[in-house]
């Protein structure tokens, strides 16, 4: 018997049988066998041994199980998981990657002709303002098809929690609206708001719950023809079961209805719309733009609410999308609500004081000359560096104001970089700006970790920055003034 068994489960087979016998253990394995014809099969075997008055095994009782096809299902299985793993990991590669390299020329498009339209370069007429503002539309287009693509990815992938906070959600109704508002002005589209108008603050994640009144609202102007109708309707609803199961538990949730006058979906189109990268009809990529990507993350933003997305709809007669969202009513706010100036819109005065010193540190040339024509016309004295090593050397030598650090350079990046320059003398409080084109999930933690004081993803809105820079630079003068008060 024993030399049917694999030679390499010998050993353990008959170590484990002598346990048993000794009544140490159960007689309870799983080994394999090879047959005369070379085949190799796996047995799991129990049995029950009977053991005479003086404690000695004479009997023994068991059946052997041919497992075989179960094991192979579970190697089967465990090499699909580690393709799948290693499949998951190169999506995220690829991902990170042509974020990078997408978002990197894009940031010196974006950031380019952001700087002329604020006429940091010097005056432009009317025409060329107009010629500006067309790049700067078609380029923020491009962003948001990057961020779509970007952000059905880290939902499938689970890598995005929601942020809940009190929402005024009448206020972001009324904000959703006006994204859509030009391009509904333009084909005199009608607008409506219609529903509950006095709520309590409602325990959401704000922001994704803007992408879904965005997305719906903007497929609603895409699809309706010119003069059309559309309605945003907000209430109450009490739902039972809302996965669709048996149950007699209610709930209220809020519930969002977003019609149109549009062309309408046939029946046999719906169970598509809500897949990524689908679109009903190649005659209408034609003739409407995008990716397919809205309303799939429509469903998987709702989804991960615990909600629910549905439509109605009829060729011809216009669509209702309706979006149930479960929510808890915010009773009593601990803080009152703050307002705060946001430094990345408006006028930002040119910086000209002291004229401080800034070291970027980035290797490609069209954000250079962006980021260093824009700086330079802000007041900043620039100094640039190209490699990490570079940034190190650079800042040693010259001991800037604040630094800019691109975080994907060629050979030391900007994470190491950063973890040295803290390491220099006098270093430890330098303010530091990681910059990175990557904008995955982690980026930011560790930026942090390795040292910066603050973290933009690109591309960059070069007065964002500015205000960021300014307030970086406050900090650092007003804690240089206390320490020296101490001092002396």
């Given at each position: 018997w024993t030399h049917c068994i694999h030679p390499d489960d010998q050993e353990t087979v008959k170590s484990m049988f002598h346990e048993a016998a000794q009544g140490q253990r159960d007689y309870d394995l799983e080994f394999r066998i090879v047959r005369q014809d070379k085949s190799i099969r796996f047995l799991k075997a129990s049995a029950l041994l009977q053991h005479d008055l003086q404690g000695k095994p004479q009997k023994m009782i068991g059946v052997n199980y041919d497992i075989s096809h179960q094991k192979e299902a579970e190697i089967r299985l465990r090499q699909t998981n580690q393709e799948l793993a290693r499949a998951t990991r190169l999506k995220d590669e690829f991902l990170a990657n042509m974020s990078h390299e997408l978002r990197t020329p894009l940031n010196a498009i974006l950031g380019m002709s952001e700087g002329l339209r604020d006429q940091a370069f010097g005056d432009l007429n009317e025409r060329q303002l107009d010629a500006l503002e067309v790049i700067s539309q078609s380029g923020s287009h491009l962003l948001e098809l990057i961020n779509d693509v970007l952000d059905v990815a880290?939902?499938?992938?689970?890598?995005?929690?929601?942020?809940?906070?009190?929402?005024?959600?009448?206020?972001?109704?009324?904000?959703?609206?006006?994204?859509?508002?030009?391009?509904?002005?333009?084909?005199?589209?009608?607008?409506?708001?219609?529903g509950v108008t006095e709520w309590p603050l409602l325990y959401l994640d704000g922001r994704r719950l803007r992408q879904i009144l965005v997305n719906l609202l903007a497929n609603a102007v895409k699809f309706t023809p010119e003069q059309g109708k559309i309605k945003l309707s907000i209430r109450r609803q009490l739902i039972t079961a809302i996965s669709g199961d048996v149950g007699s538990e209610q709930g209220e949730f809020l519930r969002i209805e977003i019609s149109d006058t549009g062309i309408g979906i046939s029946a046999e189109n719906t169970a598509q719309l809500f897949e990524p990268f689908v679109q009903i009809d190649s005659a209408l990529n034609r003739q409407y733009e995008g990716t397919g990507l809205g309303l799939a993350l429509v469903?998987?933003?709702?989804?991960?609410?615990?909600?629910?997305?549905?439509?109605t709809s009829e060729v011809g007669h216009g669509s209702c999308f309706t979006v149930d969202l479960p929510y808890v009513a915010v009773t009593a706010l601990s803080k009152a609500p703050q307002t705060v100036q946001d430094t990345s819109s408006g006028h930002v005065?040119?910086?000209?004081?002291?004229?401080?010193?800034?070291?970027?540190?980035?290797?490609?040339e069209?954000?250079?000359?962006?980021?260093?024509?824009?700086?330079?016309?802000?007041?900043?004295?620039?100094?640039?560096?190209?490699?990490?090593?570079?940034?190190?050397?650079?800042?040693?030598?010259?001991r800037p104001s604040l630094i800019l650090m691109d975080i994907q350079m060629p050979g030391m990046d900007g994470l190491e970089a950063i973890r040295k320059?803290?390491?220099?003398?006098?270093?430890?409080?330098?303010?530091?700006?990681?910059?990175?084109?990557?904008?995955?999930?982690?980026?930011?933690?560790?930026?942090?970790?390795?040292?910066?004081?603050?973290?933009?993803?690109?591309?960059?809105?070069?007065?964002?920055?500015v205000g960021v820079i300014q307030r970086?630079?406050?900090?650092?003068?007003?804690?240089?003034?206390s320490q020296s008060s101490a001092d002396g």
């Open positions: 880290k939902i499938e992938s689970g890598q995005v929690k929601l942020n809940y906070d009190a929402v005024d959600i009448y206020g972001l109704c009324q904000s959703s609206l006006t994204f859509i508002k030009q391009q509904a002005t333009k084909k005199r589209i009608s607008v409506e708001l219609d469903k998987m933003i709702t989804e991960l609410h615990g909600g629910q997305v549905s439509v005065a040119s910086v000209k004081v002291n004229s401080p010193r800034i070291l970027l540190a980035e290797d490609n069209a954000n250079i000359k962006m980021m260093t024509s824009y700086l330079t016309a802000k007041g900043y004295q620039i100094l640039i560096a190209k490699t990490g090593q570079s940034a190190v050397d650079l800042a040693s030598l010259k320059i803290r390491l220099l003398p006098g270093f430890a409080e330098i303010p530091i700006i990681a910059l990175t084109a990557l904008a995955m999930v982690g980026d930011r933690e560790r930026c942090m970790v390795a040292g910066a004081n603050e973290y933009l993803s690109k591309p960059v809105k070069l007065q964002k920055l970086l630079l406050a900090v650092e003068e007003s804690e240089s003034r």
